[in-house]
């Protein structure tokens, strides 16, 4: 078992920045492909970034290229979600997640094992 607990949500004007952060428990972290999902009222759960076990591969979605970071830090367990120029189509519940399948795997929603309880993101326009 994984323990994912997210933070760091809230509510900021567009073009401001959020760093979400989610603390890791259990299993060893550094086994996990990590990743950050969002979902948006009435919408369906959605890749945004994934970043490989050591930290070396990220991926992004189109919506979150050049704006968003994600990085990990295996001594902490932690991994974050730093975004910046921040939009109003950016307002979702964002959700940790870990994955044991793999790095092909890395924007399937359905192949993460493991998920946090998602924290808040609220971008005023």
């Known amino acids: 078992q994984v323990q994912l607990v997210e933070s760091g949500g809230g509510l900021v004007q567009a073009g401001g920045s959020l760093r979400l952060s989610c603390a890791a428990s259990g299993r060893t972290f550094s086994n996990y492909v990590m990743g950050w999902f969002r979902q948006a009222p009435g919408k369906q759960r959605e890749f945004v970034s994934a970043?490989?076990?050591?930290?070396?591969?990220?991926t992004y979605a189109d919506s979150a290229k050049g704006r968003f970071t994600i990085s990990r830090d295996n001594a902490k367990n932690m991994v974050y979600l730093q975004m910046n120029s921040l939009k109003p189509e950016d307002t979702a519940v964002y959700y940790c997640?870990?994955?044991?399948?793999?790095?092909?795997?890395?924007?399937?929603?359905?192949?993460?094992?493991?998920w946090g309880q998602g924290t808040q993101v609220t971008v005023s326009s």
């Open positions: 997640a870990a994955n044991s399948q793999g790095w092909g795997t890395r924007s399937l929603v359905f192949r993460y094992d493991y």
């Open positions: 970043i490989s076990w050591s930290g070396g591969g990220t």
